[in-house]
Structures are given as C-alpha cells and as structure tokens.
C-alpha cells in the first residue's frame, strides 16, 4: 500500500532532532548550531520547539555542552524545554504485571 508520508513540518522536527542527537556529545557546538539553523532554515518556530524539548529531555552533564550552547541561542525555548522535563520525568510505559 502506498505512503503519503509524514508532514513536511513533522519532517523538519525529525532532521532537527537528528541533528542534536548525533551530536549530542560534541566538544564544538558551534558547528552543531551552524547546522540546526541550515537544516530549519527559516523554521526558528520548530527549531526552538525541537531544541528545547530536546535540551529538557536529554541534558545531563554527559550533553551539557551542546545543552548550554543550545540554551543560549536566541529562541523562545522555556515552556518546550519544560514540555522536555515532563516528559523526561514521566517514566516510561510498560505492562502491569500479573496477578497472580
């Protein structure tokens, strides 16, 4: 059965996060940030949207320096890094366990 695939938007937010993902450990976010704003383009909306999901999400003191840098670019990234956290903070899902 053909696909009509996924929504340019949704397209976009998938090669941001691709692109913080792959470079989550870098010692040069510089090169990571040039490269996010390629890839969003004009898109600051989404991006902002991605990066702080991404940095409520992943940053520890394993990704702290992309999440710094992340942190200190000029978007709007609060209420998406908070969306981040919750998420984070949410656990993950799982079966119930039996009862026996």
């Known amino acids: 059965?053909?696909?009509?695939?996924?929504?340019?938007?949704?397209?976009?937010?998938?090669?941001?996060?691709c692109v913080?993902?792959?470079?989550?450990y870098t010692s040069d976010p510089a090169l990571v940030i040039a490269e996010l704003?390629?890839?969003a383009g004009e898109r600051h909306d989404l991006l902002a949207a991605e990066v702080g999901c991404w940095i409520g999400f992943y940053e520890n003191d394993y990704t702290r320096t992309l999440a710094s840098a992340l942190?200190?670019?000029?978007?709007?990234?609060d209420e998406h890094i908070a969306l981040g956290t919750r998420r984070r903070q949410a656990g993950t899902h799982t079966t119930p366990k039996p009862t026996v």
């Open 1 to 17: 059965m053909p696909s009509r695939g996924l929504p340019p938007d949704v397209n976009m937010r998938i090669a941001i996060s």
């Open 20 to 24: 913080m993902s792959r470079n989550c």
């Open 37 to 39: 704003y390629e890839t």
């Open 71 to 77: 942190r200190a670019l000029p978007l709007e990234l």
